[in-house]
């Protein structure tokens, strides 16, 4: 599923940029994101989704890996800034990776 995120330290052009969620462990809400941006370890974002209805929740990084332009980040579920469907972090992973 594509998605935004936005990394919570300024990287250059601070906005959402555009990601690629690849896989989701649903019981812990741990996601693998194919992005741009190289985030280190220990960074934040905050991953917008438009799937059921907008949905913003905080990942801290876990591993990044980068093969030519693009990164593939490991990251955690932090928490909901806003979850207007009420979804868990499991739900929430599971269907980002739909």
């Known amino acids: 599923m594509i998605i935004q995120i936005l990394p919570c330290r300024a990287h250059g052009d601070w906005r959402f940029c555009d990601a690629t ?3 989701a462990e649903g019981g812990n809400g741990a996601i693998r994101v194919i992005t741009e941006l190289p985030l280190e370890p220990g960074e934040q974002f905050l991953l917008k989704s438009r799937s059921p209805r907008v949905c913003i929740a905080s990942y801290e990084v ?3 890996r980068r093969d030519g332009k693009q990164c593939e980040l490991h990251a ?4 909901f800034v806003a979850n207007p469907a009420n979804l868990s972090a499991g739900q929430f992973a599971t269907a980002l990776a739909a």
């Open 21 to 23: 969620v690849t896989h």
């Open 62 to 64: 876990v591993s990044c």
């Open 76 to 79: 955690r579920f932090a928490g």
